[in-house]
């Protein structure tokens, strides 16, 4: 997780370097970078699911009525406000769209294509970084 933050910061910098032409006062560059978002990182317990898992009705839509689609995630709404989103490392950035029986407190659940994806990620815990909450 340090290596995404190092990139985050750099990205920050080049962008800087990018906007800021040559004699761009230090007033002026203190203001963007100041403007940078911090982000939280927590752990959290992840396991995949997909639209045709037991007790679903295989049609896909989740609890805020969307389709389910790669980068949908279920969350405890009481913990994880929908729309809030998730970069997981090793899947990428997931938006809380939808909930789970099973999915209680510090856990998110991703949403994969197929079964077998789904089965392949298994149950990690991972450090999770809040993009927006």
Known sequence: MV????????????????LFPH????????????????YTTVQLLTTGYTANDPGETGNGITKTGIKAKYGTCAVDPKVFPFGTK???????????????????????DLFFDSKDQAFHWGMKRLPVTLISK
């Open 86 to 108: 998730f970069y997981v490392p090793g899947y990428g950035v997931a938006v809380a769209d939808d909930t789970g029986g099973a999915i209680k407190g510090n856990r998110i």
């Open 3 to 18: 290596g995404f933050i190092k990139k985050l910061v750099l990205i920050t910098l080049v962008m800087a370097l990018l």
């Open 23 to 38: 004699g761009t006062s230090a007033e002026d560059i203190s203001r963007f970078t100041k403007a940078a978002k911090t």
